[in-house]
């Protein structure tokens, strides 16, 4: 009878491939602790929002120096080149004075037509402007956001820079147009500070939020001249509100007047031009909508920071 050997004690279970041995829970603990000593973040993630916006003021050069050279290579193709700037206003104001002013007489009952037209025009264009191309600032910029790492809040800030200094650039030829039709050089005036101060801060906050759409859908900077369009046609810029809203109810002028489009354009034409009042609560209309839209627009924007890039 062959002779059994002897036991070598109970075998130890197998470990599963898949469990943690003690050096790596140990490694993991240890790696938890250099993150939180050090105030590491996955790369990619989401700052906090008061990290993210003190990262964002420490780029403010560079915001600076994109939207200049982003303003100089937009026309740089162009026979006339930067006096477009100037010439394609006019030549809005023109168009616009003789189908809607002569052709439709909306001049009647209006004070200065053409400075009030000129003001609207000008003013309602830096909204346009800063719309579409917040819309497509992401999305134009794809190969800088993929190969940088940055706060892509600078590239809606940028390009609503641009359309302020387009804007600006334009005052060298609204300046001369309200003085030869008619309006005095008052200290007045200087309340275009505030009221472009706020409307730029409604463009930026409104860039923010279209930024953010446009990185998920592409198509809106198609659908937007539309949009832009029935804006321009609701804000009063073609046509004085207290004049078109006689005989029509007081709906109808109270949601003309609150738009944020007419409330801007009414602040700087009381701001350049006589016989165009405006009262206080027109100024808290301007100072809600200005901070109300920076504010919701920033939070947005800065929700989806993460997406940004991966389109």
């Known amino acids: 009878m062959p002779e059994l050997a002897p036991s070598a004690g109970p075998e130890a279970e197998p470990r599963p491939p898949d469990a943690p041995d003690a050096t790596s829970a140990e490694a993991a603990v240890d790696v938890e602790e250099l993150v ?32 200049t050279a982003s303003n100089a290579v937009g026309y740089s193709r162009s ?23 002569v052709l439709l007489s909306t ?16 003013v309602f264009g830096f909204c346009s402007a800063s719309v579409m191309s917040g819309a497509r600032a992401i999305t134009g910029n794809l190969a800088l956001t993929r190969a940088l790492h940055f706060p892509r809040a600078v590239l809606p800030i940028s390009t609503t ?3 302020l200094q387009q804007l600006l650039y334009s005052m060298i030829i609204l300046g001369p147009i309200v003085l030869i039709t008619g309006e005095p050089l008052s200290w007045r005036w200087l309340e275009l500070v505030p009221g472009l101060a706020l409307q730029s801060m409604f463009c930026l906050g409104l ?10 859908v592409p198509d809106t900077s198609q659908l937007l ?23 029509h109810g007081q709906w109808v002028k109270d949601a003309l007047q609150i738009n944020p489009g007419a409330v801007f354009v009414n602040l700087d034409r009381h701001a350049l031009l006589t016989h165009n009042p405006v009262s206080t609560f027109d100024w808290g209309l301007g100072i ?18 993460e997406e940004y890039g991966r389109v």
């Open 36 to 67: 939180a000593r050090y105030g590491l973040h996955r790369a990619g993630a989401r700052l906090p929002i008061v990290a993210y916006t003190r990262q964002l003021w420490q780029r403010r050069h560079f915001i600076t120096a994109f939207s």
């Open 161 to 163: 820079l641009v359309a």
């Open 225 to 247: 001249p539309f949009a832009i369009r029935v804006w321009l046609y609701t804000s009063g810029i073609l046509y004085s509100v207290k004049v078109f809203a006689k005989g």
């Open 288 to 305: 809600a909508w200005g901070v109300g839209m920076l504010a919701v627009g920033y939070v947005i924007f800065w929700q989806g920071e």
């Open 207 to 216: 860039a923010f939020i279209l930024a953010r759409i446009g990185a998920k």
């Open 79 to 101: 026979f006339l080149g930067q006096a477009w700037q100037l010439l394609t206003p006019l030549l809005s104001v023109g168009v616009y004075y003789l189908v809607f002013g």
């Open 107 to 122: 001049r009647r009952g209006v004070h200065n037509f053409i400075g009030f037209l000129a003001v609207g025009i000008f």
